[in-house]
Every structure is written in structure tokens, then in C-alpha cells.
């Protein structure tokens, strides 16, 4: 019986399994993601083609469908125009079903017209890539019972699983669920674990999108993007060149003054800047929650999972019933009424404007100024340190 042109122990055909899927994670994360939908970084045409070529070996997805759908996810996402969010369609349709909603949105023409520039359209991508995707993973299953015999069949299974769960079912779904987030972005992203091995830095789905076209995914110190370490080794080849990675904040602890140098480091890390104020203030929000339940007012439906939410979603986007709590909440509470005011104004200095960098200096400047006399000291320290920013 033939049994592959390499004859392994059971764990080599395991550790061959996953090597192979692996190739592929990468492929997926550097060349159609960072590379080629966010433009983070650049590849040389050797590493670039042979990405192509193994996709179509083991997804039979074109370059230009899976750009196409993954930035119209960042210009709808969370909307009823969102290709894949699991607010939409479901936790459970997106996890198990992730696959198929690509591929009713690859159908889609004016998806492809509109958000898919920028990507090959060479011979290959016209007459083979494009055209025969059956082709390329009919390929790679007969190679893959030539190397390992008749187990190559599973293993060639497992590689046409791997994409469709991992990548499209969990980071779409679960990326979108449940996990932890360093940063308040518009969404409801989330890093999955912090350690982006499985799935090649996808895992840091929330790094993510809050920092969108940054080449590396890992943004605390305990992270790790291990796509990031291959594109470093791409580039100490000459194989690669970063274009941008998310900006590192800088303090000036001399500055006392708001300036314009000053907002555009609260614009450009606002989903940092909403996240600290968050914690700046959330156990005085608990103190002054817990000191109206002593006073007998009326509050006590009110926890800290929704004293947490108020600090980090906008007074717009929470439900008409929880928007009307806050504000009783806030009536009892000169407090309260401060902290979420000053929340949404905050927000508001990035939030779509007309006005200019002339006008939101002063404005910053000035809610800084209210902050510092407000009397809540973990405002003003987070005030302090505000103008800090540099």
C-alpha cells in the first residue's frame, strides 16, 4: 500500500498538519490583510506571489474579494451592511458559517468595484487565480497524498477547515463577542488572547481596529503577534518594508497648556484617551452609585456592569431606556452628572466636525480648565495628564 513519499510517526503528521495550516495564517495575515487591505506594510514580489499561490492552494479566495470584504467590515462594521458581524446575524451563524457569508459577499459586484482597488490584476489573477480556485485546492489535495499517503486526505481536510473556522468564524465572531479590549473603538471588537499565535496576531482583533492600518497587532507589553516577528524577518531580508505601525504616546510633562500639538495626540489615541478616563472614573461613579443607595434613592437596579458601559459608549448609542436612566442618575447626582457630561464632550473634540484645529484648541483647553475645578480629584489628575500629551 502506498503510504506518501514521507513516511512519519503519528506526531510528525501532526506537527506536519499544522505546519501547513500554519503557512497558510500567515499568508492570510501578512500579505491579504496587513499587506494588501490596509496597505500597512509593503511585500516583495517573490513573498507577495508566493502568498497568492498558496491561498489558492488552500482557499481558492481571490486578493481582491477578501480585500474588498475586509474593508467594507471597517466601513460598516457593526451595521446592517456589514458582511460578517455577529451583531447582525448572529454569534452562532457567523462562528460556524463565516465561510459562506465571504462568499455571498464575493458574489456582490459593487462590493468588489467599490472597496477592492488597489489589487492584482495581472494574467494569473484573470485566467488562473480568479477563474480556477477549484484547481489550486485540487492541487494541493494530490500533493498532499503524494507526500504523506492516504492520511494526506484528512490532512488536506484540515486545511480547508482551518480559514473557514479559524479566521472567518472565530476572529469574525468571536473577535466581535467576547474577550478584552485595550481600547474603546467605535465597535464592539475584542482581543481573543493576548498571546496571537494560533491565528497569527488575529487574535488582537481589538488592537485592531483601533489602530487599523498598523502592521503590528500587539500593543501591551504581555502581548505577542508572532506575524509581526515574521514580518521583522521578512524585513531585515530586504523582503519587506513597514509603513506604519500604531503611534506610541508621548508626554511632555512640562506642558500646562493645551495646544495643537496636544489635540492631535487626543485625536489620534482617542480610543486610549476614552478608555483611561473609563477607569479614571469608575470607582467614584461606584462610591457615588453606592452612597444614593444609602440615601435611600432609588437606584439600586444600577450595577457596575452598567456604570462601566455609560463611561465608554456615547450617550447616542445607548438605548433609549438606558439613556433615560443615566439621566435620572445623574439628577440625583451633581457628581455623576459631571463625569458623564464631561464624558460625551470629551468625545466629542474627535467626532465628526466642521470645526477647525483653531477652534477644538480652546475647546480642549477649556474642558480641561472645568475638569481642574470640578472637585473630583480622579478627574483632575486624568485632566493633569491630559495636557500632558505631546
Known sequence: MFTG??????????????????????????YLHRHSAHRALDLHPIVSHFFRFWLWCTTGMTTKAWTAIHRKHHAKCETAEDPHSPMIFGIRKVLFQGAELYR??????ETLDQYGHGTPDDWLERHVYGVHDRVGIGSMLIVDVILFGPIGITMW??????????????ING??????YRNFQSEDTSRNVFPWGILIGGEELHNNHHAYGTSA?????WYEFDIAWMYIRILETFGLATVRKVAPKLKLNTGKTVCDADTLQAVITHRYDVITRYARSLRE???????ALKAKAVAVNHIDGARLKRWLNIDATALPESERAERAQVSSHSKVLDTIYTM?????????????????????????????????IAPLQEFSRRLRCYA
Open 174 to 179: 468571536i473577535g466581535h463577542y467576547w474577550g
Open 5 to 30: 513519499l514521507l513516511d512519519l510517526p503519528w506526531w510528525g503528521y501532526v506537527l506536519a498538519t499544522l505546519g501547513l495550516t500554519h503557512i497558510t495564517i500567515a499568508a492570510v495575515t501578512i
Open 157 to 170: 481536510a484540515v486545511q480547508m477547515l482551518w480559514i473557514p473556522f479559524l479566521a472567518a468564524g472565530v
Open 104 to 109: 455571498i459577499e464575493g458574489k456582490k459586484q
Open 284 to 290: 467614584t461613579c461606584a462610591t457615588e452609585i453606592t
Open 343 to 375: 464624558r460625551d464632550e470629551l468625545a466629542g473634540v474627535w467626532q465628526r466636525s466642521t470645526a477647525s484645529k483653531e477652534q477644538l484648541v480652546p475647546k480642549l483647553e477649556d474642558w480641561c480648565h472645568r475638569a481642574e475645578t470640578s472637585g
Open 216 to 220: 503590528k497587532l500587539s500593543n501591551r
